[in-house]
């Protein structure tokens, strides 16, 4: 019986090819991309879940709590780990990391590498954090002082292999380490990457004891059926017994936050992350595109094979006579659904092989076709299958298996079939559907077009920030003589040194004491060392006083600058004079001597906080502002430059411009993702429109015959069939206008700096459902005006 169905479905198929190929267009479109986007939340939701212990491991954040602001951050103080360990029975493991540098320097014989993501780790790292050994003990690895654990793609990269490794030794800045293990490379999906692990005896037992120094990532591994909220409580006590003599003086507050690492990439709002974080929003967003392209195909289908039923009408109403009971005819309609699914599913696998690639180059992610083998990939799949298969060909299988035979056989349709409002209202998801995935893509792409167009407050062109190397010894003579000879070339237009710049991943947050208007207050601020070029360089405008000069030098803590938002954080009417020291100490008073204009010192994703500049030569980059023109040749001639400074090391540089778009690069991902498959949406969403029009011709091409034979227009004829059309437009936009505003209303509500929602974006997707609309109508149309009425009017 089986095969007798699908027999049939099969030669009625291919009896109406075009009808069949539009079908499985559309079915192809979004099992393809669907599933697309199922990799992709599929492997944002699997972050840190690869580790054996993934359920029972906690990071411990903390929120500094000032009387005027909170700074969440994920990273705490050094001695946090042992001391949980010790005092809390909850904990069975603590782990600390904490970051080598930006660059760490190893060299190998004469060769000098810049190694980036090296941390020094607790020895009991592997206890708690899954990685697979190629060589080494996993016990002992981090034990001994001076140990480095080194992934596959660094052990290859200083030694072309990974065998007989472990003994050998690379050189450090000032210590030689010796290759204890040689791991696989941490897996893409974990929200703490490295290259590297060194000791963490490396540094030292009195290094940074303090518990008023924050720097490091300290993870918990806690026992079974421990509740991490109650153990979070469990934690407040530590302020008064370790925290408090420290900053009570200064009303500064420390509670601690603990989170899963299973959250961390998606859910962590703390600031310091060691990786770029996921969003949960857009999971949320991609989920609904997705199911939006699954259901608009859906819908497609069931439009599509509606029209169609004026040409099946009297073979069902045969088959009925015939004695075939209305089951059979719906096991049969679901059998040709069926089939439609299974060759969009083929063409979909044989699609993702081929854009693959592209897909790749788009999300960031390596998938590869093994993906689809994954169990909820492969869960997905059947779910979707079943889902387009049944869902899709349901109601166009009872709607015409329904049909009453002796009104069919008649050649009176419309009796047998009357589920236009329905249809309609099919349709009018569909255009709420586009017009919410329309509106959402413009304010996506207004807003990251907004925040890249944005004036900074400095000049981030042909800004080059070259890193200078660890140094021994005080370094300024070596900074002077860089600047020195980087300005020997005539592109190079200025030259300073910092220790920061906009957009920098370090940042340098101190507890200053402020003249206030009864005194001195405690506020935490951000302190760049600069040196008097700094601003010329960057072009930072200077609105009040002066700024540094050599003759600073001297006294180069009793002279700072300070920002626009300092002085309204203030509430002072002239900064000028004022009084600013780092608390406790009272040796040095500096006077604020300039006012420079605000400028956005982190990314767009931040407001503009209060900044103090102060003067110093000995920091660690040098930034050149150079001429656009001949960038290659000025880029050899800084490396000379810089090789007669440095020969022993590299030269290590990055543009300011490159830095500030890099903060967009995930959500440009995300972006580009979202506007593809909003795009695709909308395709699909034609197709259904394509379907329903169809239809409507279908039935009415008698009419249109008629009205043609009377004398009507092909123009008013169009008109006609448009109208009710342009109302299901019209009913479409006042139920997506105020959906889309709400939802993008809350999609820009976190940034700090936001392009308006504006009206034109929402009629501009309007009129582009609109037009695409009539285009389809006039088509279907016309064609059906231009029939020779002759044959419309003959008898079926």
């Known amino acids: 019986m089986l095969k007798n169905y699908f027999k049939i479905a099969v030669r009625s198929l291919l009896k109406d090819k075009g009808y069949t190929a539009l079908n499985i267009l559309g079915l192809?479109?979004?099992?393809?991309?669907?599933?697309?986007?199922?990799?992709?939340?599929?492997?944002?939701?699997?972050?840190?879940?690869?580790?054996?212990?993934?359920?029972?491991?906690?990071?411990?954040?903390?929120?500094?709590?000032?009387?005027?602001?909170?700074?969440?951050?994920?990273?705490?103080?050094?001695?946090?780990?042992?001391?949980?360990?010790?005092?809390?029975?909850?904990?069975?493991?603590?782990?600390?990391?904490?970051?080598?540098?930006?660059?760490?320097?190893?060299?190998k014989g004469?060769?000098?590498?810049?190694?980036?993501?090296?941390?020094?780790?607790?020895?009991?790292?592997?206890?708690?954090?899954?990685?697979?050994?190629?060589?080494?003990?996993?016990?002992?690895?981090?034990?001994?002082?001076?140990?480095?654990?080194?992934?596959?793609?660094?052990?290859?990269?200083?030694?072309?292999?990974?065998?007989?490794v472990v003994g050998k030794s690379l050189q450090g800045k000032k210590d030689t380490y010796t290759i204890?293990?040689?791991?696989?490379?941490?897996?893409?999906?974990?929200?703490?990457?490295?290259?590297?692990?060194?000791?963490?005896?490396?540094?030292?037992?009195?290094?940074?004891?303090?518990?008023?120094?924050?720097?490091?990532y300290t993870y918990v591994l806690l026992n079974k059926n421990t509740d991490p909220k109650a153990f979070e409580?469990?934690?407040?006590?530590?302020?008064?017994?370790?925290?408090?003599?420290?900053?009570?003086?200064?009303?500064?507050?420390?509670?601690?936050?603990?989170?899963?690492?299973?959250?961390?990439?998606?859910?962590?709002?703390?600031?310091?992350?060691?990786?770029?974080?996921?969003?949960?929003?857009?999971?949320?967003?991609?989920?609904?595109?997705?199911?939006?392209?699954?259901?608009?195909?859906?819908?497609n289908y069931m439009n599509l094979t509606t029209a169609r039923s004026a040409r099946r009408a009297k073979e069902i109403g045969i088959r009925k006579v015939s004695g075939s009971l209305q089951r059979h005819l719906i096991i049969q309609f679901l059998t040709e659904s069926t089939v439609i699914t299974l060759v969009s599913l083929l063409l979909s696998l044989l699609l993702i092989a081929l854009l693959l690639p592209v897909f790749n180059d788009i999300s960031g992610k390596t998938f590869t076709f093994g993906?689809?083998?994954?169990?909820?990939?492969?869960?997905?799949?059947?779910?979707?299958?079943?889902?387009?298969?049944?869902?899709?060909?349901?109601?166009?299988?009872?709607?015409?298996?329904?049909?009453?035979?002796?009104?069919?056989?008649?050649?009176?349709?419309?009796?047998?079939?009357?589920?236009?409002?329905?249809?309609?209202?099919?349709?009018?998801l569909q255009f709420t559907i586009s017009m919410v995935m329309l509106i959402s893509t413009w304010v996506v792409y207004d807003q990251l077009n907004f925040m890249k167009?944005?004036?900074?407050?400095?000049?981030?062109?042909?800004?080059?920030?070259?890193?200078?190397?660890?140094?021994?010894?005080?370094?300024?003579?070596?900074?002077?003589?860089?600047?020195?000879?980087?300005?020997?070339?005539?592109?190079?237009?200025?030259?300073?040194?910092?220790?920061?710049?906009?957009n920098s991943n370090g940042q340098n947050f101190n507890l200053m004491e402020i003249e206030g208007k009864t005194g001195f207050v405690n506020l935490g601020v951000e302190v760049y060392g600069v040196d008097p070029n700094y601003l010329q360089t960057l072009g930072i405008q200077l609105s009040k006083g002066r700024n540094f000069t050599e003759l600073d030098r001297a006294?180069?803590?009793?002279?700072?600058?300070?920002?626009?938002?300092?002085?309204?954080?203030?509430?002072?009417?002239?900064?000028?004079?004022?009084?600013?020291?780092?608390?406790?100490?009272?040796?040095?008073?500096a006077e604020v001597v300039g006012v420079f204009k605000d400028f956005h010192q982190k990314s767009l994703y931040n407001p503009i906080e209060p900044l103090i500049l102060m003067y110093r030569e000995n920091n660690g980059s040098v930034q050149a502002k150079i001429s656009?023109?001949?960038?290659?040749?000025?880029?050899?001639?800084?490396?000379?430059?810089?090789?007669?400074?440095?020969?022993?090391?590299?030269?290590?540089?990055?543009?300011?411009?490159?830095?500030?778009?890099?903060?967009?690069?995930a959500d440009q991902k995300r972006g580009t993702i979202f506007t593809a498959f909003s795009s695709l949406t909308v395709l699909i969403a034609c197709l259904g429109l394509l379907g329903l029009v169809a239809f409507t011709t279908e039935q009415r091409r008698k009419e249109i015959s008629v009205r043609k034979v009377m004398g009507a227009e092909t123009g008013h004829i169009v008109t006609l069939i448009s109208r009710g059309f342009i109302y299901l437009v019209g009913v479409s936009c006042l139920i997506a206008f105020p959906i889309a505003w709400y939802f993008m209303n809350q999609w820009l509500e976190p940034f700090p700096y936001k392009t308006d929602l504006s009206p034109v974006t929402f009629l501009l997707s309007a009129g582009l459902v609109l037009m695409i609309t009539l285009l389809t109508v006039s088509f279907h149309t016309v064609k059906a005006a231009l029939m020779n009425p002759v044959k419309a009017l003959k008898a079926d």
């Open 28 to 107: 192809t479109i979004g099992l393809t991309f669907s599933l697309f986007l199922v990799f992709y939340i599929t492997d944002e939701l699997s972050y840190d879940r690869y580790h054996e212990k993934a359920d029972r491991i906690f990071r411990v954040g903390a929120t500094i709590k000032e009387p005027e602001r909170a700074d969440k951050v994920a990273v705490t103080q050094f001695p946090l780990g042992p001391t949980l360990k010790k005092e809390f029975p909850d904990v069975e493991h603590a782990v600390r990391f904490v970051g080598s540098g930006d660059k760490t320097l190893f060299k």
């Open 110 to 164: 004469e060769t000098s590498f810049f190694e980036t993501k090296v941390f020094y780790a607790d020895s009991n790292v592997f206890d708690v954090f899954t990685c697979k050994f190629i060589a080494g003990d996993a016990k002992r690895a981090l034990i001994a002082p001076n140990s480095l654990v080194l992934t596959r793609s660094a052990a290859e990269k200083y030694f072309q292999t990974t065998d007989h």
């Open 180 to 216: 204890t293990a040689v791991i696989e490379d941490v897996p893409s999906t974990s929200h703490l990457r490295f290259n590297a692990l060194l000791s963490a005896s490396s540094l030292g037992k009195d290094f940074s004891s303090s518990w008023g120094s924050f720097g490091f």
């Open 233 to 299: 409580k469990k934690l407040i006590p530590m302020y008064d017994k370790y925290m408090a003599a420290i900053f009570s003086q200064y009303n500064v507050k420390i509670n601690y936050v603990v989170q899963p690492i299973v959250d961390i990439h998606l859910r962590s709002d703390l600031n310091n992350e060691p990786e770029e974080l996921g969003s949960m929003s857009y999971i949320y967003t991609f989920s609904a595109v997705a199911l939006f392209m699954i259901l608009i195909a859906c819908i």
């Open 371 to 428: 993906t689809i083998f994954q169990p909820i990939t492969l869960v997905s799949i059947i779910t979707i299958v079943v889902a387009v298969g049944l869902v899709g060909g349901s109601y166009p299988a009872f709607y015409l298996a329904k049909f009453n035979p002796l009104v069919v056989l008649k050649g009176n349709l419309a009796k047998a079939s009357s589920n236009a409002p329905l249809r309609q209202t099919l349709v009018i």
């Open 453 to 502: 167009n944005k004036d900074l407050g400095y000049s981030k062109d042909q800004v080059l920030v070259v890193n200078m190397p660890p140094i021994n010894r005080d370094g300024r003579n070596e900074i002077k003589l860089m600047k020195a000879e980087f300005l020997k070339n005539p592109k190079v237009l200025s030259a300073s040194s910092s220790w920061y710049t906009p």
């Open 555 to 589: 006294d180069s803590l009793r002279r700072m600058l300070v920002n626009e938002a300092l002085i309204k954080k203030m509430g002072w009417s002239d900064a000028l004079g004022k009084k600013i020291r780092f608390a406790g100490d009272t040796a040095n008073l």
């Open 628 to 665: 656009p023109d001949d960038i290659p040749g000025t880029l050899a001639h800084l490396e000379k430059s810089y090789k007669k400074v440095f020969p022993e090391h590299s030269f290590q540089y990055n543009f300011l411009d490159q830095d500030f778009q890099s903060q967009f690069a």
